[in-house]
Structures are given as structure tokens and as C-alpha cells.
């Protein structure tokens, strides 16, 4: 008790700085990253979890849900983790401003939102998407208010996250990586900037497979990464990379991976592909397809739709288990 008052939970935010640039108008942070952090009155797991959002979205994807309820950090919290939830750079509460972090992508718009979430083709597959699909409808309008334009640099931008997220590493020492969709990369980047902080890493619906193009967004021109990553024997180029008859990470080297997918998503078709080319790379890695575990209907924002409490369960097994 302390004030009258029991304690449930203790939380607390802080920033991890970007680079410092000098500008006629003085000198300003560039790209820092927001961390809102979380944990039960006891923890009971060994390691800490990151959460790292998708795309043009914020920390926000993993604390509620379209219809109100709590996400899947609360989830983690009453599980026993302590757990750090990231806005990435240039979004949601980490401030962006063009003349410092470079020019901004597209912004997000509410037909992107439903092709990705919620695409009329497989309607009849996801029926875990249980909320209003029209647009101008209140749940739309809650899944597409949080998503902002991701910098137009890609590249640049799983750089910069892949730095502030090392340097957060080095003050939880060593935690659990959970990345979606976009995050992906940047959890390979991170383990690969601090390979003995990251114990394990949860890929939920991460894009691929390697070395793919993204209309309007980028390629992965590394293999799973649009920026460079650390490969042996070493390669120089993204062409290298490309033409080689292995690529090893020594990062990831024996580290479990889980791949993440829903069996409504159209991520499904080219997840055990991730999970193979993981796997020839050294990690421990497996494609954890969600209906295999009795759950179905899901699609790409499995994280956030009607049934996020069960679809935590099995990750929290894996991290469990692993």
C-alpha cells in the first residue's frame, strides 16, 4: 500500500536521445525514441520484453485495441514481464521534424489501412476481425488515427531505430525482442548491434521474405533489412548479398526466433520463407502459424483484433519455452 492506495502495477517514460545537430536556429535532438515502460508489483519472468510497433504505427498498437481494451503489453505485464514499449522514430510521441530526420514518406491513408488489416478478399476468413469495415466508421477511424508516414528513407529509418533500440538495450540489459510487420527489421538490426542483450526474438507478422520490394516504401535490400547487417563471410553490397550461396548471421547465431503468423494474413504465405532463411542463417528459428495452435480467423493485426487475448498465449508458451 502506499497513500491508502494498493499498488498494481509501476510504470514510468523516458526518452532514448537521437544525434545532436547543430542548425541555424540552435542546436536539437534528431530522431530521439520514446519509451513508456511497465511492469507488476513483482516480476516473475527473467528478461524483459521490447515491443516494437509496425510500420506508420506508435507504441499505442500494443497498449489497447481498436474496441477499448487493453493490448498485448497489459497481457505481458499480468504474466509477470516488465515490459518497454517504443514509439519509433518519427512516430507517434518521437518527435519528427523534416530538416533534421530527412523527408517524410507518404501519409497513411484509411484505403492502405483496410488493404492491410482488413482486405475485402479474405472477408470470409477473418473473422477475427469483428469491427466496422466501412470507412467513416469509429473503429476504422481508431485503427487509422495512431498511423502516421514512416521517413521516406527506409534504409535510414530501421538505422536510426536500430541505434536507439541498442542503446535501450544496454540500460535493460538482456530482453526478449516482440516486433510487428515493419518492426521487423528492426529487431534483426538491434540483435545485430547487441547480440548479447537480445536472449530471443518474437517476429509477429514480419515483412518479407528477403530481399523484397515494397511499392512506395522500400526494399529489403540486405535480405530481411534495408540497412546494411552484418553478415560471414562478409558481404559489401547489397548485390552481394544477393548473390550469395549463404548468408550466416553471427548474431543470430543459435538465438531463438519465433516467426509469427495468422492464418487470415496474407503474411502467412511468405513466413516459413522468413523463418527459413533465418534458420539458414544460424537462429535457432520456427514459423509459429497461429491456427496450428487452434486459433483462426486472424489476419495481419492480430496483436489488436477481437480475440488479442488468446492470440498472447501461445507467445507467451514460446518465450516460456524458450
Known amino acids: 500500500m502506499r497513500g491508502g492506495y494498493e499498488i498494481t502495477v509501476r510504470r514510468g517514460q523516458f526518452w532514448i536521445p537521437g544525434e545532436r545537430v ?57 504474466a509477470g514481464f516488465a515490459v518497454y514499449v517504443v514509439d519509433r522514430c518519427g512516430h507517434g510521441r518521437s518527435p519528427y521534424h523534416p530538416d533534421v530526420v530527412g523527408p517524410m514518406g507518404a501519409p497513411f491513408p484509411y484505403e492502405a489501412a483496410r488493404a492491410l488489416f482488413l482486405p475485402d478478399e479474405t472477408r470470409g ?6 469491427y466496422d469495415r466501412e470507412l467513416g466508421s469509429a473503429d476504422l477511424d481508431q485503427l487509422v488515427s495512431p498511423m502516421g508516414p514512416l521517413p521516406a528513407d527506409l534504409a ?6 536500430a541505434d536507439r533500440l541498442a542503446r535501450l538495450l544496454d540500460l535493460t540489459g538482456e530482453a526478449v525482442l516482440v516486433t510487428h510487420s515493419a518492426g521487423g527489421p528492426v529487431g ?15 517476429a509477429v507478422e514480419p515483412i518479407g521474405p528477403a530481399f523484397a520490394e515494397f511499392p512506395g516504401l522500400g526494399s529489403l535490400d ?11 563471410p562478409p ?24 516467426v509469427v503468423s495468422g492464418g487470415a494474413s496474407a503474411f502467412a504465405a511468405f513466413a516459413p520463407k522468413v523463418a527459413e532463411f533465418l534458420a539458414a542463417a544460424g537462429a535457432r528459428a ?28 501461445p507467445v507467451i508458451d514460446w518465450i516460456d519455452s524458450h
Open 156 to 161: 535510414e529509418s530501421q538505422r536510426m531505430d
Open 222 to 232: 540486405w535480405g530481411l533489412t534495408a540497412a546494411p547487417i552484418r553478415y560471414d
Open 125 to 130: 476468413e477473418q473473422v477475427q476481425w469483428t
Open 22 to 78: 547543430e542548425t541555424l536556429g540552435g542546436t536539437v535532438a534528431r530522431a530521439p525514441m520514446f519509451v513508456q515502460w511497465e511492469a507488476p508489483p513483482e516480476v516473475t519472468r527473467p528478461r524483459p520484453l521490447v515491443l516494437v510497433h509496425g510500420g506508420g504505427g506508435q507504441g499505442t498498437d500494443w497498449t489497447g485495441t481498436p474496441d477499448g481494451r487493453p493490448g498485448w503489453a497489459t497481457r505481458f505485464v499480468e
Open 235 to 258: 558481404v559489401a553490397s547489397p548485390g552481394e548479398a544477393r548473390a550469395a550461396q549463404e548468408l550466416r548471421m553471427p548474431a543470430l547465431a543459435g538465438k531463438p526466433v519465433a
Open 188 to 202: 534483426w538490426l538491434a540483435a545485430d548491434a547487441r547480440p548479447g542483450h537480445v536472449t530471443a526474438i518474437v
Open 286 to 313: 520456427e514459423h509459429l502459424h497461429l491456427p496450428a495452435h487452434g486459433i483462426k480467423g486472424n489476419g495481419h493485426g492480430l496483436i489488436f483484433e477481437a480475440n488479442s487475448d488468446e492470440t498472447v498465449r
